[in-house]
C-alpha cells in the first residue's frame, strides 16, 4: 500500500502563486510516476501533471503549460505543485495520485485539498 498526504492549498488572488506538496509513505517503490489531478464543482476530475520518480519526465495538461510546474525529491518521496499565474478557472480540489507499476493504472489517491482563486 502506499499513502498519500497533500498540504500547500488555500486562497489566493488571481495572478498569485501556490505551491502544493505530496508526500507519498509505505512501498513508494511499487509507483512509477506520480501525478496532481484537480475537481472542479460540477466537473468531472480531470489531469494536470505527472512526472516519473526515475527519469523525471514530465507531462502537463494544456491550460497549465507554462503556469505550473511539477518536481519530484526522490530522497524524501515528495511531489510538489509549483502554481504561478493562477487564474479563477484553476479553482479546484487537487489529488496527489500514484501510478502503480504493475497495473499501470493511478491506484492510489491523497485526500485532495483546496485551491481557491479569487478574481
Known amino acids: 500500500q502506499v499513502q498519500l498526504v497533500e498540504s500547500g492549498g488555500g486562497l489566493v488572488q488571481a495572478g498569485g502563486s501556490l505551491r502544493l506538496s505530496c508526500a507519498a509513505s509505505?512501498?513508494?517503490?511499487?509507483?512509477?510516476?506520480m501525478a496532481w489531478f484537480r475537481q472542479a464543482p460540477g466537473k468531472e476530475r480531470e489531469f494536470v501533471a505527472s512526472?516519473?520518480?526515475?527519469?523525471?519526465?514530465?507531462y502537463y495538461v494544456d491550460s497549465v503549460k507554462g503556469r505550473f510546474t511539477i518536481s519530484r525529491d526522490n530522497a524524501k518521496n515528495t511531489v510538489d505543485l509549483q502554481m504561478n499565474s493562477l487564474k479563477p478557472e484553476d479553482t479546484a480540489v487537487y489529488y496527489c495520485?500514484?501510478?502503480?507499476?504493475?497495473?499501470?493504472?493511478?491506484?492510489?489517491w491523497g485526500q485532495g485539498t483546496q485551491v481557491t482563486v479569487s478574481s
Open positions: 495520485a500514484a501510478r502503480d507499476t504493475y497495473s499501470n493504472i493511478y491506484r492510489y
Open positions: 512526472i516519473t520518480w526515475s527519469a523525471g519526465a514530465t
Open positions: 509505505g512501498r513508494t517503490s511499487s509507483t512509477s510516476s
